[in-house]
């Protein structure tokens, strides 16, 4: 076998041999059946009656999926662009907010949310990359901290001004039957995994394609390079933090419409659907065509730990301890990559 296949594929076995070990001492700690937990994994994420749990997968993986190609965006530009969650919850507010309040048809409240959705979440980008293109500020830390004011402001919203009352919880009234994204005859899932399908057929052409994707690349990873060549540096970053931005707003605008068909508090935070997207972006090394599989490899790990639990009594926690042991390996290999860099250099040890 081509040796440098294998150096490509050992990590990551060694990555599957600490998961399942972690996995057999928890069944072992739980006084699991170790069949028992397996078949519950693989039922509870693509079984159940009339596949029920399959299309809870699918439904899961196009919202991390569509996380992960908004962060692929910017990422792959060398923007470290981490403020998805603050540009989801910008997007979901908006596209809820629109939805419950706009007079008309429902296909027009329906596009116009979704719009208002992307252009929410492309604004929230936008001030994350004047803060680093104007003030100075990293974006590392800017895009992270503008997390915090998206989220209150949203909880502010729900809770107070446009409270559903009558529901008892920090919410916003229904959206118009009208406006939801239609479900696939039969099942459970909303056609919004099309846009997904669509955005990642899309982000993998501009990426891979085109002159922008280039651009943007080139701008990121060697700034002065793209300077020295005429590029106009500060509009391409605002550009591809605007692009990153819409498609975290497009993501919370599909939550919105087809998934809970209005806005709870912290229904977008909790299960933690932009930094799942980070995580499955950096597993597979930012390739483009990697990511959706990537996604939906993580969203069968959640389903399928919540199988585990119900079938085998083994905690679904068990997928935070996955990721988080896939969090280390990454981590390892950036800083193994870095090291090497700088060895070879001339500036390492």
């Known amino acids: ?22 996995l057999l001492a928890l069944m072992f700690i739980a006084n699991a ?5 397996v078949a519950g994994f693989f039922n509870g994420a ?12 699918l439904g899961r993986a196009t919202l991390i999926v569509g996380m992960a190609l908004s962060v692929m965006i910017s990422f792959r530009a060398g923007l470290f662009n981490i403020g998805g969650e603050g540009q989801l919850v910008a997007g979901g507010i908006v596209a809820a907010l629109v939805g ?13 949310g979704i719009g208002a959705g992307m252009l929410a979440g492309a604004f929230w980008g936008l001030l994350a990359g004047m803060m680093y293109a104007y003030v100075g500020v ?19 919203l729900v809770g107070h001004p446009f409270r559903d009352v009558a529901s008892g919880l920090p919410q916003t009234f229904q959206v118009a039957n009208e406006a939801w994204i239609p479900l ?14 669509v955005v990642a057929f899309l982000a993998i052409i501009y990426s891979n394609m085109t002159i922008g994707g280039y651009r943007a690349r080139m701008n990121g990873l060697a700034p002065n390079f793209a300077r020295a060549s005429g590029l106009p540096v500060t509009a391409l970053t605002l550009r591809t933090l605007m692009l990153s931005g819409a498609i975290a707003g ?14 709870t508090d912290g229904m977008l935070v909790q299960p933690l659907y932009a930094w799942t997207g980070i995580i499955a972006v950096l597993m597979v090394g930012m390739v483009p065509w990697a990511v959706p599989l990537s996604g939906l490899f993580f969203a069968a790990v959640q389903t399928g730990a919540a199988g585990m639990e119900r079938s085998a009594d083994v905690p679904k926690e068990i997928a935070l301890i996955m990721q988080a042991v896939i969090i280390l390996f990454v981590a390892g ?15 390492g040890a």
């Open 33 to 37: 059946n170790f069949g028992e937990a």
């Open 100 to 112: 419950v309040y706009l007079p008309g048809p429902g296909w027009l409240v329906l596009v116009a």
């Open 184 to 197: 696939f005859p039969g099942t459970r899932l909303d056609m919004g995994i099309l846009a997904i399908v």
């Open 138 to 156: 990293p974006l590392l830390i800017g895009s992270l901290l503008l997390n915090y004011p998206a989220r209150y402001i949203a909880s502010y």
């Open 46 to 57: 693509f079984g159940g009656r009339n596949l029920a749990y399959l299309f809870t997968t």
């Open 1 to 22: 076998m081509d040796q440098s296949f294998m150096r490509q594929i050992g990590p990551w076995l060694a990555v599957f041999a600490w998961i399942f070990g972690i």
């Open 250 to 263: 497009l993501v919370g605008a599909l939550a919105v419409y087809g998934v809970h068909h209005r806005f």
């Open 333 to 347: 290999r950036v800083a193994g990559a870095n090291l090497t860099g700088d060895r070879e250099s001339g500036n």
